[in-house]
Each structure stands twice: as C-alpha cells, then as structure tokens.
C-alpha cells in the first residue's frame, strides 16, 4: 500500500501563512507529477497546485501569487507554502502523486487547514 504522509494543516487568521508537506516513497516520488487538492465542506475537490519532476509549477487562478509549490526530490517531498491566506482558502487538503509510466494515482489521508476571518 502506497502511502503519502502529509503535514502542517491548522488553524491561522487571515493574512496568516501555513507549509504543508507530503512525503511519497521514493520510488515513485523521482518519476511522478505531485499535486495539491483541497475540498471545502459541501464542494468537489479542486486541484491547487501541480509541479512536474523538472520543477514546473501550475496553480489555480484562486492562489496564484499567494501559494507557492515546490519539491525537494532528495527527500521525496513536495510542499506548499500558502501567503496571505483567506477563509476561502479553508478545507482538506490533499497531495496527490500521478506517476509517469505507470499513470497510477495516489492520495494523502488530508491535512485540514482553517483560516478564520
């Protein structure tokens, strides 16, 4: 059973800042797209972030210029540091790896985030 373990979800203002963490196994983390989700209670679960092994980034329009994706492929880790964050921005959210070559998917368990006004 794959696992991707996240980290660094909680509770902050508005205007506040938090890094979430994922750590996949590394052999699938090298040759694997990572991203962040997130759902909000009652919505669909909504794509955040994307990075591709080479350090290519994508983001929603939602985030741009407040979060910021990256990942440190020595330490099978990918993480999101989220700026200036809103309420709007509360919910689960979730790593997700898409491997290259085998085009297997996984997910993180969650980590919540809750940003109060």
């Known amino acids: 059973q794959v696992q991707l373990v996240e980290s660094g979800g909680g509770l902050v203002q508005a205007g506040g800042s938090l890094r979430l963490s994922c750590t996949a196994p590394?052999?699938?983390?090298?040759?694997?797209?990572m991203s962040w989700y997130r759902q909000a209670p009652g919505n669909e679960r909504e794509l955040v972030a994307t990075?591709?092994?080479?350090?290519?980034?994508n983001y929603a329009d939602s985030v741009k210029g407040r979060f910021t994706i990256s990942r440190d492929n020595a330490k099978n880790t990918v993480y999101l540091q989220m700026n200036s964050l809103k309420p709007e921005d509360t919910g689960v959210y979730y790593c997700?790896?898409?491997?290259?070559?085998?085009?297997?998917?996984?997910w993180g368990q969650g980590t919540q985030v809750t940003v109060s006004s």
């Open positions: 590394k052999s699938i983390f090298s040759l694997s797209i």
């Open positions: 990075i591709t092994s080479g350090g290519i980034t």
């Open positions: 997700r790896s898409d491997h290259y070559i085998t085009s297997r998917l996984y």
